[in-house]
């Protein structure tokens, strides 16, 4: 049985940040996979080339007989000018969306707090806060105008339960889940979606990113238990955004199986 109903995706638009790479790049192939239209931002222009080369494929191994415009942007979403201006880079045929994937976020260092460099700070809330929310404004005007739409925001278990050396990044999980929230009661009026998913420990380059490159030091995150992909998470947020229109997955958290809150997971050497 498929994981999303694929009538309900043929020639829906949606526009997914950070698309480039990991759980964002997974969820774009997906969607393609489904019959939906594409815009892919990102700030890494080849990565995000590439990405929508595997999209058109996945498109048409498919077979599916809608769908398949595809568009990518280059964008940083903690730039604000750069959002403003995204329609300026969009096909017209692609500007009506309906589907907005907020996933663009990372996580810097473990510093404990007195050590934590400032610009650190701000690039983590910059983006996971900042982008995510002048991202969802630009898009809300157009949702409500036509009394359609589903924001679909990449949360985390950090944005439910704080753990030493990642004052920030939880920081700014927590606030993505407290305006997630807000947004959910706002639209309660209208037929608009508002999803959040939250997951655990995923392996992409998310801990690679946080180690500043250290692979070796990315690794040991994982080892002992089998993580999350991004693939897992991919097909969570296609199957929340392909629910009958009535229903709104408002929130979903996930976790490999040895794993039971941000700090507590079962490791073993066997593997």
Known sequence: ?????????????????????GIGAATAVLFAKGGANLILVARRAQALQNILEECVTAHKQANVQAGGRFASVQLDVSDKAQVANLWDKVPND??????????????LGVEHVGNIADADI?????????????????????????????????????????????????????AVRAFTGSLLKELVNTPIRVTEIQPGMVETEFSLVRFRGNAEAAKKVYQGLQPLVAEDIAEEIVWAASRPPHVNIAETLLFPVNQASATINYRTSAM
């Open 94 to 107: 692609l500007r009506d969306v309906d589907v907005l994937v907020n996933n663009a976020g990372f996580v």
């Open 1 to 21: 049985m498929s994981i999303f109903n694929a009538s309900r995706l043929l020639n829906k638009t949606v526009l997914i940040t950070g698309a480039s790479s």
């Open 122 to 174: 701000e690039s983590m809330f910059n983006t996971n806060v900042l982008g995510l929310i002048s991202m969802t404004q630009l898009l809300i005007k157009d949702f409500k105008k036509k009394q359609a739409g589903h924001v679909i925001n990449l949360g985390s278990v950090a944005g439910r339960e704080s753990y030493p050396g990642g004052s920030i990044y939880t920081a700014t999980k927590f």
